[in-house]
C-alpha cells in the first residue's frame, strides 16, 4: 500500500511539476556558434508510462480515498504496460529517436551518452561523462508521460500528456546554455513552462476506450512525445 | 482559519484572476499606408525590470510596415542599455483574436541586426512567448504580425481541475472536479503585446 500512496504522490508531481519549475534559460545559439555536436545522455524515462486520473472520487476521502485510487492507477498502469510489452511498444526508445531527429532537424550531430538516470529531475553532475567527445551535453528528466484524464465524466477523457525538464550544458565549463520545462497537454496553464496543447485526435471516453483502440492509443503517446521531443529542437534552434 | 473558509476564499481570489478582453480579429490591412522601415519615434520603453513589463495594445490604427511578407501591424519597444539580457516577449490571446507574432532585432538608428527565427514563439503558460538573449547594440524590438499566419484558425485545448469544499453531517469533504475547455481564435494583426527584460544576476 505504501508504494501506491508513493505512486500517487509521483502523479500529483506531474500536475505541479511547473508549478516548481526554475527560471527559464534561454539558448543563445549565435553567442554558441561552436556548439555543433551534441552528446544527448540517456534520457531519464520509466519504460511504463501512467494513466491518470486527475481528479476523482476517492480524493474527496483523505489518505484511504487516495491509497484505493493509487491501486487502481496501478491496475490501469499495468494494463497499459502490458499492452504495450504485448506490441513491441518501447516508449524511451521513441523518444530518444523523435529527439536525436529534432536535434538534427536544428543541424546538430549527436553523440550518444550511456549513463544511469532517474526520471524524477536532472542529473546533479556532468563530471562522469566528461570524456565524451562533444560541444555540450542535453540532459532530460521525463518526470511523467502516458494518458491524462481531468475528471470521470465523458466530458474529460483521456489524452496523452507528458511533462519534462530539459537542460543544456556547455562541455568545456559546465555552464547551463538553456534549461526549460515542457508540458504536452498539462493542467491548468502553468508559469515557466513550455505547453502543448493536446492533439484533438487521440481522445478517449475512458479506460475501455483507450484499451480497445491500441494502435491509435499507442499512437496518441508517441505523438505526444515525439511533439514533445520537438520543443526541444525548438528551444534549441 | 476554518478550511471550508479557506477554499472558499481560493475560489474567490481564483476567480477574480483578470480575463483579457475579446478583440475583433483584424485579419485585412490592404488599403493601409504604411512605413517602409520601423518609425522610431513612440517606442514603448522596456524597463530593465521584470516585475515591470512593457505592454502595448496593437489595434487597426497601430503603425503598419510594408515588407517582403507583406502589409504588416506593429509595435515598436525601446530595449535598455546593458545587454546581454533576457528578454521576453508575449502575445496574450484576446478572445477570439491572438496576435500572430514575429520579432525583429533593431540598432540605435532602425537598422535590422537580426530576426527571431521561426519557431521561437511558443506557448508558455496561456501566452504565446518568446524568450531570447538581447545582444550589445540591439536597442529596438519591433514587433509585427506575421502575414504568413494572420486568417488562419488557432485552436487550443486546456485541462484543468477545481476543488470546492462542501459540509455534510458534521463533516467536511472537498470535492475534486475535471473539466476541458477550448479556446478558439484567430491568427490575426491585432492583439497585445508584453515585453519584460530581466538582467543578468551580477556575479560575486
Known sequence: MFKFAIRAFACAIVVVLAACSTPEVPFDRSANRGIKTIGVIQPGIEPTPRIVLASDIGQSFGLIGALVDASMQANRDGKFGAMLQSAHVEPPAEFLAALKASLAAQGYQTVDIAVAHGSSSLLKSYAAIATVPSDAYLDIAVVNYGYLAAGIGDSTPYRPFTGMRCRLVRSSDGKVLMEDVIAYNPIGTPANTVTIAPDPQYTFVDFDALMADRGRAVDGMNKALTDSAAAVGRLLQ | ?204
Open chain 2, 1 to 204: 482559519m476554518k478550511a471550508p473558509a479557506f477554499v472558499a476564499l481560493a475560489l474567490f481570489v481564483a476567480g477574480c484572476a483578470a480575463k483579457p478582453p475579446d478583440l475583433e480579429p483584424v485579419t485585412m490591412i490592404a488599403a493601409r499606408s504604411c512605413d517602409t522601415r520601423p518609425a522610431l519615434a513612440n517606442a514603448v520603453a522596456v524597463a530593465p525590470d521584470p516585475d515591470k513589463p512593457a505592454n502595448a495594445l496593437i489595434d487597426a490604427q497601430a503603425r503598419c510596415l510594408d515588407g517582403a511578407g507583406g502589409k504588416a501591424l506593429y509595435a515598436l519597444f525601446a530595449l535598455p542599455d546593458g545587454a546581454p539580457y533576457t528578454v521576453s516577449v508575449s502575445s496574450v490571446p484576446m478572445g477570439r483574436s491572438t496576435f500572430a507574432p514575429r520579432a525583429i532585432l533593431l540598432d540605435s538608428a532602425g537598422n535590422v541586426m537580426r530576426e527571431l527565427p521561426d519557431g521561437s514563439f511558443l506557448f508558455r503558460g496561456a501566452n504565446l512567448t518568446a524568450l531570447f538573449r538581447a545582444h550589445p547594440g540591439e536597442r529596438y524590438m519591433a514587433v509585427a504580425s506575421d502575414t504568413h499566419l494572420v486568417g488562419r484558425p488557432i485552436s487550443r485545448l486546456q485541462e484543468n481541475t477545481q476543488v470546492r469544499g462542501a459540509a455534510a453531517g458534521g463533516f467536511y469533504f472537498e470535492i475534486h472536479t475535471g473539466s476541458e475547455q477550448t479556446h478558439d481564435s484567430t491568427w490575426s494583426h491585432n492583439g497585445q503585446i508584453v515585453v519584460a527584460v530581466t538582467p543578468d544576476k551580477k556575479e560575486r
